[in-house]
């Protein structure tokens, strides 16, 4: 390979460094990738051989397995990292990274606080290095076409947002760490996603009012024990969730039901239920002053639908002649198969790695000094969390709650026990 591409290594190589790792197999399918996979660091040394083993069947060389940053340094030379690891020890993997000049991509959620992702920003920018936030759901290229729509004016001027999302019982969601309030928490590792997308189409949030409950306490894990195939999204947590205890005690809240206002004027009816029982439910539409847009699941490849007074809705395909100029960018045009999509149809592991490509096409142009990019920086991913926990917060407070007194770390109550076992 070229000494001029990037030397990358991720840092982190459990499920999502897996998972990562398939997306940026794609990218290299796909002749779009700048980088090369020098390291694969884990302190369990069994994730970091089973990373680089499986990156050697995808990319065709074994990068250097290691335990910590610094056995990867003296192993490989380092440009940038990808950082997977558990939301914990993302604000102290990134400023270490940052220290030893290297650029960053991580995960989400950026930081486990809003205060970690103040650390996370002020060290990236010290030290005059990229910090990009693995944020996926915008990068649809269902979601691309709406916000051309909505920017198009195709339905007006937003006025409401509808997202919700309710199903789970008390079934465990991938991972213990994720319903545990000192490791991430659901509301925190799922509501960043939504966050950005609300904030995506709408602009900046402002203003949050919500109500927060944990009602299931003790969940469960049905792949316990077994030798799953298969285990949550892309298919490659199962050898993980065999090993977690059947039956655990959740701490982090479960439910959160908000209204949330926006600087423009829109306002968003949310609901993120992961306790609900009987009929799952995913909903999400915009409402303008001329129509309705409803919006597909993320990753589905499922078509928009428009609603326009007094007309048939318009799906699919027939949404293109609405808006001309509308394309995709290169990286996802070539992963997708085209540059105007009304739909697309891939299997969801597919559909998961091609987006994680685009991530990483984006996270190489920015490194590259390309204008604009990341597309979802360090602030914007911290704007993330501090819009998910603007929920918690709303409801510690009893009143409803800014962003901006959460993202500047002025409004605190929830996440304070956090930040006390953070040592920050």
């Given amino acids: 390979m ?10 982190g190589c459990g499920g999502m460094g897996h998972r990562h790792l398939y997306g940026l197999a794609e990218l290299a399918r796909a002749g779009l990738s700048p980088f090369q996979l020098v390291g694969a660091c884990d302190p369990v040394e069994e994730n970091a051989a089973s990373l680089a083993d499986q990156a050697e069947k995808l990319l065709g060389r074994r990068p250097e397995a290691a335990g910590s940053l610094e056995a990867l340094a003296a192993a490989a030379e380092v440009h940038a990292i990808d950082l997977t690891t558990t939301p914990r020890a993302h604000h102290t993997v990134a400023a270490e990274a940052f220290g030893r000049g290297w650029h960053v991509m991580c995960e989400k959620p950026l930081g486990l606080t809003a205060r970690a992702c103040r650390i996370m920003v002020e060290a990236a920018e010290s030290a005059g290095r990229v910090l990009s936030t693995a944020e996926n759901y915008r990068r649809d290229p269902m979601n691309r076409l709406g916000k051309a729509l909505l920017d198009a004016g195709v ?8 997202q919700h999302s309710l199903g789970g019982g008390d079934r465990m969601l991938i991972s213990v760490w994720r319903h545990r309030k000192d490791a991430s928490g ?34 469960q894990n049905p792949a316990a024990g077994r030798e799953a195939s298969d285990g949550g999204p892309a298919g490659v947590y199962g050898r993980w969730q065999k090993e977690m205890p059947a039956e655990f005690e959740a701490t982090a809240d479960d439910a959160a039901y908000a209204t949330i206002l926006f600087r423009s004027g829109a306002v968003a009816s949310y609901i993120e239920d992961h306790a609900a029982r009987g009929e799952d439910l995913r909903k999400r539409a915009i409402y303008g002053s001329l129509g309705s847009l409803d919006l597909p699941g ?21 949404l293109l002649d609405r808006v001309p100029g509308f394309h995709l960018d290169e990286p996802t045009a070539a992963l997708f198969g085209g540059d105007r999509l009304g739909e697309y149809g891939f299997e969801f592991a597919v559909i998961d790695r091609k987006i994680l490509a685009v991530e990483y096409a984006d996270f190489g142009a920015a490194i590259a000094g390309e204008a604009g990019r990341p597309e979802v920086d360090g602030r914007q991913g911290a ?23 959460v993202l500047q770390d002025r409004l605190h109550e ?9 040592g920050i």
């Fill in 2 to 11: 070229s000494e001029s591409r990037i030397h990358l290594a991720i840092v």
């Fill in 383 to 405: 704007r993330s969390v501090a819009l998910a926990y603007a929920r918690m917060e709303s409801q510690a407070a009893g009143r409803a709650v800014s962003v901006d007194e």
């Fill in 298 to 318: 993320d990753r589905s490849g499922r078509p928009l639908t428009l609603h326009l007074p007094g007309q048939d809705p318009v799906s699919g395909a027939p």
């Fill in 186 to 219: 659901v509301l925190l590792d799922v509501g960043v996603h939504y966050a950005d997308i609300l904030e995506y189409y709408l602009g900046p949030a402002t203003t949050v009012y919500a109500q927060t409950r944990l009602h299931e306490p003790v969940r």
């Fill in 155 to 162: 339905i007006g001027e937003p006025r409401l947002m509808v």
């Fill in 414 to 422: 929830y996440q304070d026990d956090i930040n006390e076992s953070l």
